[in-house]
DNA sequence: CGATATTTGATATGATCCATAACAATTATC
DNA sequence: GATAATTGTTATGGATCATATCAAATATCG
């Protein structure tokens, strides 16, 4: 339930004092680093999630909660096996999501008739309501934002290579 | 010190035996989902750790670990905290990460004389030795991966833009 | 039909990662 | 020279991720 993370930019956080005086002390070198792909998505997706919790403080969504709000009023009527799994989520640790997104009202699960072992899921109308209001969100504070830092077709280009590099890689 | 993960596709997973009978099931529609920058984000980092994991796995090197190799060569004689700040990774768990790089012989403390608080951080020959090793298996095996998908140019942009994110965001 | 296997949600549990507080030794500051 | 700050470290708790296992329900197959 973590929702904001005070953090510091890294390179800056150990400069200190002694740096004028002793002359060998400098922001280090990143060298090849900066080139890794790795560690430069790394470094964005945790940056984007910070960013995200932030823009979300009001509504207390994480990303994954967020996904699956999304996922559920896209598809409703799934049980918790199918959307965990679209999402990349175990069942077991689905469990608990669920419990925390149920004791909030913002979804249900309802036992199925056909398969009387599954729970259908669905939104409550505060669930709805409130998927309403982050979307809103996310869009005006959150992904505005990149493209005002990288253009609009730079950011279609962006998903767009970050998506196939999800499925293809 | 996991290596691999078995893991299949997400949405493959759950897709099992009934859906031809029962007509109502197939795979689910992400719908805003695959246009959400963290989700795609997250994803594409997942499958690069992943792929990363298995490019070094005769290496037996994480990301994590390659950074601080890369970064102490790139920086001989820097102290414990300058490189984990550097790197984002706080003190304390920076402390068994070194554990593990020093007990396998990649990389040595040294006290040093200026300050005998701090640790010089240096690679000893092998962690040196293995470190060439690594960049040639991440050159050719895993960065190189990325050009077949995208192609040069589009790599560069990629890495330029979420530096750019890294860094402004 | 009935025995066996599979699936679903759930619990328990462990590994790994991330973050904070506190401490001894050393150094900086005033 | 007293006090404050820094360095590496330990201890610890939270969050995330993964596996094994279970009971209930369903599917499969002889």
Chains 1, 2 share one sequence.
Do not use: W
């Not at 956080?13 to 790394?42: F, H, I, T």
């Not at 984007?48 to 990303?63: D, G, K, Y």
């Not at 669920?98 to 599954?118: F, G, H, K």
């Not at 493209?147 to 279609?156: E, F, I």
Request: aromatic share 4%; hydrophobic share 40%; proline share 2%.
């Amino acid at each position: 339930m973590t929702v904001l993370k005070t953090s510091e930019k890294p390179a800056e956080a150990a400069r200190g004092r002694k740096d004028a005086a002793e002359g060998s002390s400098e922001a280090l070198q990143l060298g090849e680093l900066s080139e890794q792909l790795g560690y430069v998505l790394k470094r964005a997706q945790l940056k984007v999630f910070e960013n995200f919790l932030r823009c979300m403080a009001s509504l207390q969504l994480t990303p994954a909660q967020f996904s699956v709000l999304l996922l559920v009023e896209k598809n409703p009527g799934r049980n918790q096996t199918e959307i965990a799994s679209t999402l990349g989520i175990l069942r077991p640790n689905f469990v608990a999501m669920l419990d925390n997104l149920e004791s909030r009202d913002l979804c249900a699960r309802i036992r199925s008739t056909n398969d009387r072992r599954s729970h259908i899921l669905v939104l409550t109308d505060q669930g709805k309501a409130v998927l309403t209001r982050a979307k809103k969100l996310v869009a005006t504070k959150h992904e505005a934002r990149l493209n005002d830092l990288l253009g609009s077709a730079n950011r279609t280009a962006l998903i767009a290579m970050l998506s196939k590099i999800a499925n293809e890689f």
